[in-house]
């Protein structure tokens, strides 16, 4: 099953600019395990110490976010689109305040 | 090191959005390109948005997924990309936070200004490392355009090399 993955601008630089990378899978956990086979050094800006998907990293299959259908285990189809988009979250330092 | 070419406008406009969102951070996005040839980024539009967080507003800031799609496609339609983004730190310095940096992508610039009991202390400019273990400063180039009675003499200058040229091609 191929499925092309859009790559956002700031991480082309781990997949030598490519825009797009059309890799094998059926579920977005699938693609993106392919995807990181291909491309190394996307994983640590991908997935945190514990090999999950980092917190603030989001990814939509074609305009729908996997967050509100069955996660990584969301099927993909040949010809879907998978876009990975950061939330983008910071803030001064401490903890949380009420 | 790297350069954020930043337009005297923008830098107010990021400047105001922080006072104005003070004891809380605002935050926005740049849009731009890069330079080339070491030029660092020109951010040539800027997105304010709204803070998304529901707590924790004076310390946090967050935009969703959906927020930054929007952006990354107003970005496309101008031709540009989305270049960096903006936060600030109320009563705190401009330096990134675990935090930050925990949240952060290599390859983009992260604006923070600095508010200091309601005022802007300063302004500085990050770049995560491509290890992820810290952020390098980036220099913050203020462009102030020059004076409209500058802007039409360059412009008559480069009318009149313009047409000297042409003449010196002639046979």
Redesign the interface.
Known sequence: MSVTVQIPTPLRRFTGDSGEVVVEGDTVDAALADLMRRHPKLQPHLLGDDGKVRSFVNVFVNDDNIRYAEGGATRVASGDTVSIIPSIAGGAGGEDRA | MDRLVLLHRHRLVVERHAVTTYPE?C?GVLMGRPLGDGGGTLVERLRPVDNE?Q??R?????????T??AA?KEARKLGL???G?Y?S????PSR?????RE??????S?LIVSVQGGEVADARSWRLR???ESFEEEQIVDQVPAPAGHRAAAARTQARTVAKSKEERQP
């Open positions: 951070e935050c967080r707590e924790s004076g310390n946090r800031y967050l935009m969703h997924p959906e930054v799609l990354e990309d989305v270049v983004y936060h730190h109320p009563d705190h990134p936070s675990e935090f930050d949240h952060a992508w290599p390859g983009i992260y491509d290890d992820r």
